[in-house]
């Protein structure tokens, strides 16, 4: 049966209308977006196919073109909506990261950097450089690549710190593994950027360490003193 001889009300666009997104499910979100489905499969059908396939809503959004092309009904329109969809939420983080109090409003930071780094297939050790306030001037992306004590230099950060004229940072890398236990190399450059950057008295409030489904903060777990 297709959608629209569902009974009044129950189709995902209607309920969203009605009740709001919050409602729906993962499939019938994302039917909204896809709008129609194949001959013999609706588009919530079709959904859940797909979500199945990948495991979830977030590997399927970060999949590559071919990937998810590869699946029958699905093509270059489909998935540009997909990813259209997927940078919106991005965006909307950063929005509310930049006017948001980081220290008042722990779990925001912590969404924006799931959003930021979590599907990356590379490391990327990244900078949240705050105002007086704590609040965000900029997210930068420092290095890419293996993050050890060779490839992250101390003297970059305290230069882009003072460029940027920052009055506390957050430190920031993801583990492609998905697992978020820091390593003690992990350990040793926080200590290395803590101290650097003591010396033009700018505070290093946080080392966060971002996996698949977790973030490890060394500030909560007392390594940052």
Known sequence: ?????????????????????????DAELLAVLLRNGLAGQN??????E????????????????????????????KYAQ?????????????????RGQILTNPDLTRDYLMRQLA??????????????????IQFVELFRGTIDSASVYPREVVSLVLEKKAAAVIV???HPSGIAEPSQADRR??????????????SLLDHMVVGDQEIVSFAERGWIV
């Open 1 to 25: 049966m297709g959608i629209k001889d569902w009974p009044q009300g129950e189709g995902p666009r209607e309920k969203l209308l009605l009740k709001g997104a919050g409602h729906l499910s």
């Open 43 to 48: 588009a919530v059908d079709l959904a859940r």
């Open 50 to 77: 797909m979500i199945n396939q990948f495991g979830g809503l977030r590997s399927l959004l970060t999949a590559s073109k071919t990937q998810v092309c590869k699946l029958a009904g699905v093509g270059p329109v």
């Open 82 to 98: 997909l990813q259209a969809a997927a940078e919106i939420s991005k965006r909307i983080a950063h929005e509310n990261l930049q």
């Open 119 to 136: 599907d990356r297939s590379y490391e990327v050790f990244a900078l949240l450089l705050l105002d007086t306030q704590h609040r965000v």
């Open 172 to 174: 920031c890398h993801n």
């Open 189 to 202: 450059i926080t200590e290395r950027i803590k101290n650097a950057l003591a010396t033009i008295d700018v």
